[in-house]
């Protein structure tokens, strides 16, 4: 058992703060907010994420995780430190914003009085732990005997506590140079994930940081690809779905990340490739990764086509549109709204002149923040009701199952626009819809 403080309880730091009490470690959660902090020592989660409100409860209640906002108590109660603040695109920059991780370095490295480890899982520009492992040793105490490795995290939103607990595997990076007690310490910390076979990866620091940015730009790219076929797929008659599956069987390619549709969002992938080439301009190997930036259009532009065709479905004018918007999350079991693709069409629409009813099981509350102006719908149904086209923007499952034939008697035109290529197409039209899917073409019920 290892005494362990997360400095950050937002989506990665209270779900990693949570995970490792369930391993039988004693753990203090740190964070500026003292409304959030409060919360969790209730035992309440200030996002969804399916499992984790049972986990934080139970190590709450069991006495192994507890919260505050004092860094001196966090230094004074762990040897074992996680850094887990956010790393926000800058504001009119594609650059990270170092912020908060810097922050939490000056703060905490001038307290570690003992030896001790800190272990950053933020995803940072390349460089960056280097650069914080020297600060480290010229702030703290102890001096070299306060040391910093990276450990990057590789959450998915909605499978997050399973990640946490039982991930595909995990990557240390640590100073060749001057090892220290870095390994040793986060071999003790995992001890039981690592026992129950998960691979273990011990690697520079610079690989480290690279692990994560690389694996959603590879992610981002597989993404991106089939969406731009999905453009041709349009023109030609061809279907996207079908051509996903046919080069999906190859082994090398695979079906995963294959979906075409409104493309992706959220709080990693596009800040995560944004950042990642501003990384590489610094370093003067920009031309590189300068195909991030067509990934990034292709994106981007699947949003504003969603809206073109919601157009095409009314004639030609928005303007007065009843248009139904199924979702407002980036995608299914998550309330996060961050570059969302289905907010941001809503809000197009919006902008457009059509009149837009919102309906998604857990995000309406922090949509709302963002676009106050959109009608709120208590159900779908609600949502349906008067519609001129209705657009499937986040692909949770009761939106799949919903009943197609009580759906068309609510719209006034039933005229569906499958913007995750989520629904079963023969349901829909033969309940009487006009079936829109992204890289399929229409087809009448």
């Not at 040793?137 to 998915?156: I, K, S």
């Not at 453009?231 to 999906?248: K, M, P, S, Y």
């Not at 004018?317 to 009843?322: Q, S, V």
Request: a negative charge; aromatic letters at 6%.
């Amino acid at each position: 058992m290892e005494k362990i403080s997360v400095f950050g309880t937002g989506y990665l730091g209270a779900t990693h703060a949570a995970g490792m009490a369930e391993l039988g470690h004693e753990v203090v959660g740190v964070d500026v907010d003292e409304e959030k902090i409060e919360r969790l020592r209730q035992g309440e989660v200030p996002f969804f994420e399916p499992g984790l409100p049972e986990l934080l409860t139970k190590h709450v209640e069991s006495g192994r995780l507890r919260f505050t906002t004092d860094a001196a108590e966090a230094a004074d109660h762990a040897d074992v430190h996680f850094i887990g603040v956010g790393t926000p695109q800058k504001p009119g920059e594609n650059a990270a914003d170092m912020r908060f991780v810097d922050s939490v370095i000056e703060t905490l490295a001038p307290l570690m009085a003992r030896p001790g480890v800190i272990l950053g899982k933020s995803t940072v520009p390349v460089g960056t732990a280097q650069r914080l492992a020297k600060r480290v040793r010229e702030l703290a105490p102890v001096g070299d005997q306060a040391e910093l490795g990276w450990n990057p995290e590789f959450l998915r939103e909605g499978f997050a506590v399973e990640d946490t607990l039982r991930p595909d595997r995990l990557v240390l990076g640590v100073d060749h140079h001057n090892p220290g007690t870095v390994e040793t310490v986060a071999r003790s910390v995992y001890a039981p994930i690592i026992e129950a076979g998960t691979p273990f990866l011990v690697t520079d620091l610079a690989t480290s940081e690279l692990v994560k940015v690389s694996a959603n730009a590879f992610l981002a790219t597989k993404i991106s690809f089939i969406n731009a076929v999905a453009e041709i797929c349009e023109v030609t008659g061809a279907d996207v779905n079908q051509l996903a599956d046919a080069i999906g069987f190859d082994d090398r390619i695979g079906r995963k990340f294959l979906g075409a549709g409104i493309g992706f969002g959220g709080g990693c992938l596009p800040k995560d490739i944004r950042a990642f080439q501003a990384r590489a301009e610094e370093l003067g190997v920009g031309r590189a990764l300068g195909f991030l930036r067509e990934i990034d259009d292709v994106n981007l532009r699947r949003r504003v086509h969603v809206v073109d065709l919601a157009r095409e479905a009314v004639g030609g004018d928005l303007k007065d549109a009843k248009v139904a918007v199924l979702g407002a999350a980036f995608k299914p079991n998550s309330d996060d709204i961050r570059d969302s693709p289905a907010l941001d069409v809503a809000g197009k629409l919006h902008l457009a002149g059509a009149a837009v009813q919102v309906f998604d099981p857990q995000a309406m509350e922090n949509a709302k923040k963002v676009w106050p102006t959109l009608e709120y719908t208590s159900s779908i149904e609600d949502a349906v009701r008067g519609a001129n086209v209705v657009v499937v923007a986040t692909e949770w499952a009761q939106f799949r199952e919903a009943d197609p034939h009580v759906l068309a008697g609510l719209a006034a035109h039933p005229h569906v626009i499958d913007a995750r290529n989520c629904l079963d197409v023969e349901t829909w039209r033969a309940a009487g819809w006009t079936y829109q899917g992204l890289g399929r073409h229409a087809t009448a019920g």
